[in-house]
């Protein structure tokens, strides 16, 4: 069983790079298309959020497996940039260390914000997603459907869900409330519908803000969702209006490039009259060209890599939580992977157990024939020690079988051991 991932993420790469390597939802079925032309033995799950982009592989047969600079191939193809640009930010972890991973990342130990809610939802879109284009198999379903698994029992077990979250409360809690002191006043203005921008409104909500408006390309979902949180909903071609008389811009959108250039925000911020404006932009790609927050002394543009050094904080206060966390992905990572062990071992070992079982019935027939008269305590004996025998021949290729198992390269010695006692598959 061969297991991988090779991904980017905001702990080793910044926003510029992610942004290069994002895939959106648009892209995915272009993208499994590629990957199942390139590598048609292989199981693939494509994780592509603001904070990271990951390619999980899997793959049973031993033909024709995707090397980590394959895969970075695939991304330069794929986005048309040169691979040394993003390589050595392209990590890989393979076998015990790449389930770990995606364990991590599902239940949010891995997150900006440690245990982030979003997260929970990304993965499993993503391993929808995947499904839907048939791209997943066996190994990849079986390994996402634990990581859904051990994320919830993460969240039942420890505290790493309680307080203050999610990338928009701490993003509003710390940079908006350097700016403004206080909320319930204020205009706001959320562009996009998804599950970010939920999150956001369950936080300004809470916060006391009362005057909200949505805007998003899809008006019925723009609709509801304002109807949800108690706001109003506007055309999206009334943006740049809004953006005029807006306190606090919030942007969530999935676009594959910024929206809103410098040039579309200074002609708002004339219309604006250059008041304070907030802008949290949690878009990845960015939803704002970097060079707005350049604009005016009024502009207080954010985007999620601003989040770093809050976040290390919110992660040292976590300290208890994110150890019993490790340890149930520990433990989960281990069980996980004896079964992936026992899968590709157990009907080579239970083969080779009944081959042998045959062997010494036959060799036993053999000896008691030449034996002479016997009785069942003498036959016993013989039995006994025959079998003792035959366990300790067979225990040094099946202890190197499971070592290799373990180490996800087993194919060698299993094949070795086909061809010399003639096992079936």
Known sequence: MNLQVVYCSHQGSDLTLREKLAISEEEKVRAYDHLRSQFPDSEFVVLSTCNRVELYTAQESKENIPTHQQLAGFFADFHAIPVDEFFDNLLERTGADAVRHLFSVASGVDSMVVGEPQIVSQVREAY?????????????????????KVGKRIRTETGLAEGRISIAS?????????????????QVLVIGAGEMAIETLRYLKEEGVRELVVVNRSVDRARELADEWGGTYVEYDQLDRLMATADIIVSTTGADRPIVTRER?????????????????????????????????????????????????????????????QKIIDEETDEFMHAVYHRATGPIIRNLREKWRDVTDEELAWLFGRLGEMDDRERKIVEQWVNRLVNKLLHPPLEALKEEAREGTPHGLMDALRRLFHLRD
Do not use: H, W
């Open 170 to 186: 701490v993003a509003v809690g710390d940079f908006g409330k350097s700016i403004f002191d206080r909320f319930d006043d204020k």
């Open 128 to 148: 929808a997603t995947a499904r839907v284009n048939q791209a997943s198999g066996p190994m990849a379903n079986a390994m996402f459907e634990r990581a859904l």
């Open 265 to 325: 925000f200074a002609a708002v911020r004339q219309q604006a009259e250059y008041k304070q404006v907030f802008i949290l932009d949690l878009g990845a790609p960015r939803d704002f060209e970097s060079s707005v927050g350049d604009i005016d002394d009024n502009v207080f543009l954010y985007c999620i890599d601003d989040l770093e050094e809050t976040c290390e904080r919110n992660r040292k206060v976590r300290q208890k939580e994110i150890a019993a966390a």
